[in-house]
């Protein structure tokens, strides 16, 4: 009973902040992400009736407390999908640094669910692995395909899961990533989006906006139409930051280095270079481009003060059994 997933992160180009039933982990809006290539999870779930109590090792470190609580509420929902009340030992590993809005949560959450199912022996369609991923985290439900995926919101649990748009081989767009902070966020995604949809006063504005622009940028990926899809993305990713800056008490996310690079990768549009920038809910940020243009962003982002470290990634491919 034993089984290891390898789950990729993504990216977001049409963001989820917010749900209409925490419970199920229900978005107000749907969103829309390709799947990344470099960053991934691999993780190794086993059920035992010789273990105890539930064990879970995140890079080597055991988890307690909150943390350890998210994921034995995960094993749960799977454990009672899967009839058992079997212990789990869970050993996951992230090659990319965690909790530093790169979206850990949404490539571990994807293993996670698929190893400890088929470790069950439960064989589920990737739609259905999609409805119990995004219980664990709303954004890993995107995670279980690779390519360019959408999460339609849904009204009830089963409607709400994600769909392939495109797979990898359709479009090769790449996303260069400048880290400035490692560490991980003071105010989790969890809390942060709750606080949001509780009291900034222009959330359902956005709401409303985002189905207007998400059949756009749908049609901008199914049609390689580039200015459109970065045009939308960077839309959108200003739209969820005034929405949480909006916010009581305001969430800032950004720190210096993000308005600086914003304000760099605007201009390097002007001599030519299609690039465009989406922030998550962190300081660090995603340069979207085409494959011709990376060498000279990964060249320019490291010369920027305060940049880290560059992370270059394609797109990447659906969970999988290893
Ligand atoms: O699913 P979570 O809790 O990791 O929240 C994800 C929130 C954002 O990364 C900011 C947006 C998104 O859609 O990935």
Redesign the pocket.
Known sequence: MKSKALAHSNI?LI???GKKDPKLFLPWNS?V?MTLDRLYTVTEVEFSPEFKEDTIIVNGEKLEGEKKEKVVRHLNLIRHIGKTDLKARVVSENNFPFGAGL?S??SAFAALTLAATSALGLELSKKELSIISRQG????CRSIYGGFVEWKAGNISEESYAEQIAPKEHWDVRDVIAIVQKEEKKVS??AGMAQTVETCPFFMKRVEEVGKYLPKLIKAILDKDFKTLGEITEFDCLS?HATMLTTKPMLLYWSPETVRIIKEVVSWREEGIEAYFTV??GPNVHVITLPEYVKEVEKRLSEIQGVKEVISCGIGDDTKVI
Do not use: L, P, T, V
Not at 137 to 140: E, K, N, P, T, V
């Open positions: 977001a963001k989820y902040w969103s992400s979206a949560s949404a985290s709303g954004s890993s995604s969890r969820m998550d809910a």
